[in-house]
């Protein structure tokens, strides 16, 4: 990479954290919670996402729901079938959501009463990880069948997380899943952070998850 | 993105081009066949190629690795398991390898008489799409667990591939994959291109994956 290409990143990086400083201001007057879900392609964002808003939701939480992707609909399709409200960003190629994007698509969603506001990323290791979205939380989801070593090989993106759900455990034993190895991995790059086990397709783990998002808003308020 | 960041961005591609088509000429000059493996992390490159490096030893061709990653030689390590001599590129954040890396990585390799160079990209279904890196064949792996609909959200890097490789078939029926809607999706992005269904860790259809790389270095000859 020449200097000139790094100095422009840094400044589009530095644009990047003052509008989501902002948009973080106006999300906390309003009261809403940002959760902001990075993956690999494939990790089951979408399905675990699905679950969560029907679930808040029939706990009588308010949600809503951004989702990323480079093309097609087909996630906020997925994730309108909750009843939630969703809006689709399309990047069209690029590898990541930045703070003008969420603040654009915001523009005119009626957020009054929301309590949590989740953004599904773009599915990527990588490029997420440099951009804060004004989230208050940022969970990276790890799936059994992608490997227990990721959290080594993508460490950016795993330090910079609140928490990690470990997805598709109920294929955990057809693809040898060494669940105490995964932990070890994702506490070697980000030391205490919460550890949740889950199948969102099968219902497993689920509840703790529910409680850590609401944990969550009482600590927040 | 700004104005001046695609103007670079453009202008490194430009010179990454350049460098790939000299680097394409100096390997057909020396009779190597490359080959670029893209997928998402955790898609099943490694063991793929692992098994191909093996089994292609043990049919008499001579061949080598490259392998990126943003941290660690664990990939590599594996690899070398297959006793091909291999060399790890950390690309230390960056999400994709470009035609220096493999360049800088060759000099000092011995080339000579090898008849595949195989090069595992960096885990990512975006930033790998934009960097020719002198590859004879760009090969695209996406695991059934990763769900069928990812040709149509992560367009360029199917577009740009010359064979698409379905990987861990062994778990189609545990995942409830759609092979036809999965072939479906791959040929509506990119028509006509040969598509694989393979589980390495099973030995399930790479008979049909050597014979097409075999066929493939006939045909170049």
Chains 1, 2 share one sequence.
């Not at 990541?96 to 929301?114: K, P, Q």
């Not at 070697?188 to 952070?193: K, L, M, Q, S, V």
């Amino acid at each position: 990479m020449t200097a000139r290409i790094v100095e422009l990143r840094q400044g589009l990086q530095k644009k990047n954290d003052q509008l989501a400083a902002e948009l973080r201001r106006d999300l906390k007057a309003r009261g809403v919670y940002a959760v902001n879900l990075v993956s690999s392609p494939g990790t089951g964002k979408t399905e675990l996402l699905r679950a969560t808003l029907a679930e808040l939701m029939g706990r009588g939480h308010r949600v809503a729901a951004l989702v990323g992707d480079l093309e097609t609909d087909n996630d906020a399709r997925r994730l309108a079938t909750s009843g939630a409200p969703v809006r689709q960003i399309l990047t069209h190629g690029m590898c990541h959501l930045d703070a003008e994007m969420i603040r654009n698509h915001l523009d005119g969603f009626d957020l009054d009463g929301i309590e949590y506001l989740f953004i599904e990323n773009v599915g990527n290791l990588v490029c997420p990880a440099s951009y804060d979205l004004a989230e208050d939380c940022r969970v990276v989801l790890l799936s059994v069948t992608e490997g227990e070593d990721k959290p080594l090989k993508y460490p950016t993106i795993f330090n910079s997380a609140d928490a990690a759900v470990i997805t598709k455990v109920d294929l955990a034993a057809a693809v040898e899943f060494d669940a105490a190895l995964a932990r070890h991995n994702i506490h070697a790059i980000r030391p205490g952070i919460p550890i949740l086990e889950t199948s969102a397709k099968r219902g497993i783990g689920m509840e703790a998850w529910y409680q850590l998002l609401e944990s969550r808003l009482v600590k927040e308020r």
